[in-house]
């Protein structure tokens, strides 16, 4: 059996669909208040818990053959990305867990200061990987489900929102194929005890995405691009009174101020591994949001 963690999240929700499709018996941990029904008529087990509560993993993880972590923190960064993850890490060893796969962020080895996230994801990564553990990594550049409500947004008023450089890189990756490795990855011997930068098959300038929205929508976009600065104004001002809003904006700050992007080297090294070829963005979009 499966457990996925984050598992009403973009990733976790599809990555639960297709073990259903391959009728392999999944656990999906969700919160009480999340909206889980999706899951409920995959068939899945539903685990109810909170990932800051070590009892709740060890419950979540007892007959389990393989753990999927797709969680991200929302605003409690030490407690759910690093804390939860070592401690569901601690449980696959002491359970005998077979594989561990983690989703971890393109650029958590590259030492952002302000990027809270991101530490947190290379420390974990750091101990699962001389945890002894069979495991595989990915570090998505982005995810193209993001951009799912920006397109609902553009469908209606034809205005994208774009802080920052536009001309900077980006290869956002079909969330739909980062599903589809995550699941194939613990059959794969290529894929053992890996970290995979994981982006789309182009390398995309910010600045083409709300062109990819007129097309799919034949309409020519307005596109407000505030500067960065502005963000760096608010930051300081929310120190004043909220610290910790301040430190979860530097991460976003981050993902705003730098380039995020995978290589063709790995994506064809991606595509020869997992056996596929990786969906363009243009094409995730226009299935999603389809006229």
Avoid: W
Avoid at 3 to 28: C, D, E, F, N, S
Avoid at 162 to 173: P, Q, W
Avoid at 203 to 214: K, N, T, V, W
Avoid at 237 to 250: D, I, R, Y
Wanted: charged share 20%; glycine share 8%.
């Amino acid at each position: 059996m499966f457990l996925v963690t984050g598992a009403t999240g973009a990733i976790g929700r599809r990555v639960v669909r297709l073990l259903h499709q391959r009728k392999i018996p999944v656990r999906a941990f969700v919160r009480l208040t999340s909206h889980y029904s999706e899951l409920e008529h995959r068939e899945a087990e539903i685990f109810i818990g909170d990932l800051q509560q070590e009892k709740d993993i060890y419950k979540a993880c007892q007959g389990i053959e393989y753990i999927i972590s797709t969680h991200g923190s929302g605003r409690n960064t030490l407690a759910v990305d690093y804390r939860a993850n070592i401690e569901l890490i601690d449980q696959a060893k002491a359970n005998g867990v077979q594989h561990f796969v983690l989703i971890s962020v393109l650029g958590a080895d590259r030492d952002y200061e302000d990027a809270l996230v991101f530490k947190a994801k290379r420390a974990v990564e750091k101990y699962l990987a001389t945890s002894g553990l069979n495991y595989t990594i990915f570090r998505p550049s982005g995810l193209a489900s993001n951009l799912l409500p920006l397109g609902e947004s553009f469908r209606h008023t034809g205005l994208y929102l774009l802080i920052g450089e536009s001309k900077h890189r980006t290869s956002i990756v079909s969330t739909d194929d980062v599903a589809k490795m995550v699941v194939d990855c613990v059959n794969i011997t290529a894929a053992q005890n890996q970290i995979f930068p994981v982006g789309g098959p182009e390398i995309l300038m910010r600045e083409d995405i709300p062109q990819i929205f007129g097309r799919i929508f034949n309409r020519e976009p307005i596109i407000i691009n505030p500067p960065l600065f502005l963000l760096d104004g608010l930051r300081g001002a929310l120190g004043l009174f909220n610290p910790e809003e301040q430190q979860n904006l530097g991460t976003f700050r981050t993902l705003l101020a730098s380039e995020f992007f995978c290589t063709p080297e790995e994506i064809a090294n991606l595509e020869s591994i997992f056996g596929f070829k990786l969906e363009t963005l243009e094409n995730f979009l226009s299935r999603y949001l389809a006229v």
